[in-house]
């Protein structure tokens, strides 16, 4: 069966005949973007703990763009499937890295700020492509105009310098200091870190060896899971919303207009959220505004003309959800140390991508269950996403932890805070050595 198209836009689901009965492979094509995404978070568990938050984001940002550019100019359902691959492999990597470069340089009571901040400028390329694909009818110049922003996007990467803590992490003392004195001359406060001694645990970054401290340290590995369990639940909730829009409302640029706008305001929210509430009972908030939400979504209600109850509620619920996920990257940054941070980032990152992949395919359950079937599916993930957030410590108003032996003293536990003792009074002691010695001479 063919069509004669009257509208003067294209897309590849036109050009390839991706419609009617074939419109479940836009649904297998969306989702291989997360797989690729959770083979790249795979590979950059050890990559961006090794190589650098900064390498690691240039590396995924040349992934991606690449991927974009080149998919309008080999016409194939398979080549597609690997563009989406690799798009997924490239931006992921690309944003972990980015968040735990800025998670580190920010201080403490400015942290949740500029973490909305960043996720604000990450949910405005929605209402960027969204733009470009309205006022570009082709597909393939989508494709290439999406893929040349990445490629611009490179440009302040290189610009940037590494993490001070990563390179204290690795040892690299000189290097950290460099970076500090370069900010301070930014802060107009220029300071000389020739003759300031900084207190720092070296490690050698073996992804076998960090393996293996999750099971020497309890608190990590607890506070790992759960953070897994977390992201898992909130990105099926997530990008159940994101490729469902066009289910729940007729007009599909008005549903992922308010969607994206909705997004940036959710991001806007957990700044005042955290601040006030804390990290945890800011996240409990909109996750029990999240649950009445979906409960509401079920009646059958027009409200006006072009909306529902149904779609009312359910962007309240999706606004709801995008604020909890937010706060996640920070809760999870901040209970994780500087030495697994990328690790931990990446493998909470993987479970997301499991839970996006599946949400995609939710939105096919409005076809063949009753609507109010999703609703209560969403609903009971998120009681799920509750309790697991209930388990985790609030990390409010506390430093970053370095190493997991950090984790483990935030727990009170005596044996690890012997352990911290111990490590400052040798510290001390090679403090005063290195002076004699600097004397004698």
């Given at each position: 069966m063919d069509f004669n198209w009257t509208s003067q836009r294209t897309s590849f689901s036109m050009d390839w005949g991706i419609y009617c009965e074939?419109?479940?492979?836009?649904?297998?094509?969306?989702?291989?973007?997360?797989?690729?995404?959770?083979?790249?978070?795979?590979?950059?568990?050890?990559i961006i703990d090794r190589f650098g938050r900064k390498n690691g984001a240039i590396a995924g940002n040349i992934i991606a763009a690449f991927a974009t550019m080149i998919a309008p100019w080999f016409p194939l359902?398979?080549?597609?499937?690997?563009?989406?691959?690799?798009?997924?492999?490239?931006?992921?990597i690309n944003l972990t890295g980015i968040y735990c470069w800025v998670v580190e340089f920010s201080p403490t009571k400015l942290r949740s700020v500029i973490s909305a901040l960043i996720l604000v400028v990450w949910c405005s390329g929605y209402l960027m492509i969204l733009a470009i694909s309205y006022f570009i009818p082709y597909?393939?110049?989508?494709?290439?105009?999406?893929?040349?922003?990445?490629?611009?996007?490179?440009?302040?990467?290189?610009?940037?310098?590494?993490?001070?803590?990563?390179?204290?992490?690795?040892?690299?003392?000189?290097?950290?200091?460099?970076i500090l004195e370069n900010f301070s001359r930014v802060c107009c406060n220029e300071i000389s870190m020739g003759s300031i001694h900084l207190e720092y645990t070296t490690r050698v970054q073996n992804f076998f060896q960090q393996l293996k401290d999750f099971r020497k340290f309890p608190a990590l590995r607890r506070n790992t899971l759960l953070c897994m369990l977390s992201w898992f639940t909130v990105a099926t909730l997530f990008y159940g919303f994101d490729f469902g829009w066009g289910k729940i409302s007729a007009n599909l640029y008005q549903s992922y207009l308010f969607a994206a706008l909705g997004k940036v305001v959710a991001i806007v929210l957990t700044i005042p959220a955290c601040q006030w509430l804390g990290r945890k009972n800011a996240v409990l908030l909109f996750l029990v505004s999240a649950i009445l939400s979906f409960l509401l979504a079920m009646p059958d209600f027009k409200i006006a003309n072009g909306w529902t109850l149904e779609f009312a509620a359910c962007l309240a619920g999706s606004m709801a959800i995008?604020?909890?996920?937010?706060?996640?990257?920070?809760?999870?940054s901040e209970l994780t140390p500087t030495t697994h941070r990328g690790m931990v980032m990446s493998i909470c990152s993987t479970c997301a991508r499991l839970g996006s992949f599946l949400g995609i395919y939710s939105s096919l359950l409005y076809q063949v269950v009753d609507r109010r079937v999703?609703?209560?599916?969403?609903?009971?993930?998120?009681?799920?996403?509750?309790?697991?957030?209930?388990?985790?410590?609030?990390?409010?108003?506390?430093?970053?932890?370095?190493?997991?032996?950090?984790?483990?003293?935030?727990?009170?536990?005596?044996?690890?805070?012997?352990?911290?003792?111990?490590?400052?009074?040798?510290?001390?002691?090679?403090?005063?050595?290195?002076k004699k010695r600097l004397e004698s001479v």
């Open positions: 074939s419109e479940s492979k836009l649904s297998v094509v969306s989702s291989f973007f997360f797989v690729g995404a959770s083979i790249g978070l795979l590979f950059s568990t050890a359902f398979e080549v597609m499937l690997a563009v989406r691959v690799l798009q997924g492999l490239g931006m992921f597909w393939k110049y989508v494709f290439l105009t999406s893929g040349s922003l990445n490629i611009l996007a490179i440009i302040p990467l290189l610009m940037l310098p590494m993490s001070p803590r990563f390179a204290l992490v690795r040892g690299w003392e000189s290097e950290a200091k460099e995008t604020s909890a996920y937010a706060i996640n990257y920070l809760y999870t999703p609703l209560a599916l969403s609903a009971g993930l998120t009681t799920l996403y509750v309790s697991a957030v209930f388990f985790l410590p609030d990390p409010t108003g506390k430093s970053i932890p370095e190493t997991p032996n950090d984790v483990e003293v935030t727990t009170g536990k005596r044996k690890y805070q012997a352990v911290e003792e111990l490590k400052c009074k040798a510290e001390v002691m090679n403090g005063l050595t290195e």
